[in-house]
Each structure stands twice: as C-alpha cells, then as structure tokens.
Nanobody, 114 residues
Framework: QVQFVESGGGLVQPGGSLRLSCAAS????????MNWYRQAPGKERAWITT????????SYADSVKGRFTVSRDNAKNTMFLQMNSLKPEDTAVYYC???????WGQGTQVTVSS
C-alpha cells in the first residue's frame, strides 16, 4: 500500500527554521520524483518543490526559492524539506506525494507566529 507520512511541523517564530520529513512506503521510492505541497488556511493546496528521483535536480516555487531546500535519502525512503527564514505566510499544512500517483497523507502543520 502506497503511503506517505509527514512529520516535523510545529510552531516557530518568524525568521526561524524547521525541517520536515516525509516517510514513503509501498513503492520503489528511489525511482520516483517527489513533490512537497502546502495548503494555507482558506486556500487551495499548492505545489512548492520537486526533487528528482536521484536528488540531482530540484525546482521551487518563487515563494520559497532561496529559503527552502529539498533533499532525499533513498536508502531510507525519506524526503526532507529544510525551511529557513520562515514567514507568517508560510503557515500551512505541508504534504508530500509524487506528482502522478498516491493519496494524500495527513500532512504536518507549520505555524509561523510571534
């Protein structure tokens, strides 16, 4: 069964950092590009970053470029999102999933507030 479990969210002050994790199972993780998405209160879920299957290529939404870094450990079937210089507008539930298959996990809540 394909499954994604996000973790690492929490409450952080503006300017702070968090590192999210995405544990994947039920498919050949090392062969699949992976995405992070987020859904802010009252807004639709939005793509924020993609990492290629071997981690060699990444792309980011303009809203997070230069502040967020995606990485993966294929030996552990896990993807990460390092989030620095966090802003209140980064407050959202964060999800991971490949672009072409799988159901959404429960997500992890990130709240940026003083």
């Amino acid at each position: 069964q394909v499954q994604f479990v996000e973790s690492g969210g929490g409450l952080v002050q503006p300017g702070g950092s968090l590192r999210l994790s995405c544990a994947a199972s039920g498919f050949t993780f090392s062969g699949i590009n992976m995405n992070w998405y987020r859904q802010a209160p009252g807004k639709e879920r939005a793509w924020i970053t993609t990492i290629s299957s071997n981690g060699g290529t990444t792309s980011y939404a303009d809203s997070v470029k230069g502040r967020f870094t995606v990485s993966r450990d294929n030996a552990k079937n896990t993807m990460f999102l390092q989030m620095n210089s966090l802003k209140p507008e980064d407050t959202a539930v964060y999800y991971c999933k490949p672009p072409s298959f799988g159901s959404w996990g429960q997500g992890t809540q990130v709240t940026v507030s003083s």
